[in-house]
Each structure stands twice: as structure tokens, then as C-alpha cells.
């Protein structure tokens, strides 16, 4: 069984950072993915960041990232603890939203080297991310 635990969220003055840690288990898969997406209240779920790996090739593939949060906000990932991470600085109100990790194994056709674009299947239940202006 597929698990997500997310941890990290908070309340945070705009220009404050945050770390949000996602810590994924019981999954073997050669390719895949894991990303984060938020949700605010009345809009859609969006893709933030996202990185793909191989295990297959024991590599990292691409990562991926919003506009909104392209030099702001850094994916990373340790392996060795299954955990992915989403470094957030300089903070702002509107990226206050549930924030959740999940789990791609697919993908669909042209969108190998985009992961927040593949299937996500497996989802995390959310951490809040509260930035106060």
C-alpha cells in the first residue's frame, strides 16, 4: 500500500520560508514521480513542483516546476529516506493553499520530461501553507 505523509506546513510572514517534507512508502516502481500540488479554497488544484526518478537507472530524472514559483521554491530529494522536500522562500499570500505530495507511475505521451504532468494515482492527505501579508 502506497503511503504520503506529508509534514512541514504552517503559518509564515510573506517573505518567511518553509520546507514541506513528503516521506512515500510501499511502492516499487522502475519510473516515477512525485510532486506537489496545491489547492486554495475555490480553485483548482495545481501542480507546484514536481521531480521524476528512475530506479531502474538509479538516477534522478527531471524536475518541474509553476511559473508562479519558478525561483522561489527548489525540489529535492534523499533517496536513501525515501522523502522528497519543496524548499519555499520568499513566501506570499497567494500561496496559501493544502498543499499535497503524491505519486505518478505513469505518464502520458510527450510529457516524460514535464512530472507534473504524468498520472498521479496516489495522494498524500495535505498539510496546510498559511502566508499572512
Known amino acids: 500500500e502506497v503511503q504520503l505523509v506529508e509534514s512541514g506546513g504552517g503559518l509564515v510572514q510573506a517573505g518567511g520560508s518553509l520546507r514541506l517534507s513528503c516521506a512515500a512508502s510501499g511502492f516499487i516502481f522502475d519510473d516515477y514521480a512525485i510532486g506537489w500540488f496545491r489547492q486554495a479554497p475555490g480553485k483548482e488544484r495545481e501542480g507546484v513542483s514536481c521531480?521524476?526518478?528512475?530506479?531502474?537507472?538509479?538516477?534522478?530524472?527531471?524536475?518541474d516546476y509553476a511559473d508562479s514559483v519558478k525561483g522561489r521554491f527548489t525540489i529535492s530529494s534523499d533517496n536513501a529516506k525515501n522523502t522528497v522536500y519543496l524548499q519555499m522562500n520568499s513566501l506570499k499570500p497567494e500561496d496559501t493553499a493544502v498543499h499535497y505530495c503524491?505519486?505518478?507511475?505513469?505518464?502520458?505521451?510527450?510529457?516524460?520530461?514535464?512530472?507534473?504532468?504524468?498520472?498521479?494515482?496516489?495522494w498524500g492527505q495535505g498539510t496546510q501553507v498559511t502566508v499572512s501579508s
Open positions: 503524491a505519486v505518478a507511475n505513469s505518464y502520458y505521451s510527450g510529457s516524460y520530461y514535464y512530472p507534473c504532468q504524468w498520472e498521479y494515482n496516489y
Open positions: 521531480i521524476s526518478r528512475s530506479d531502474t537507472r538509479n538516477s534522478d530524472g527531471s524536475t
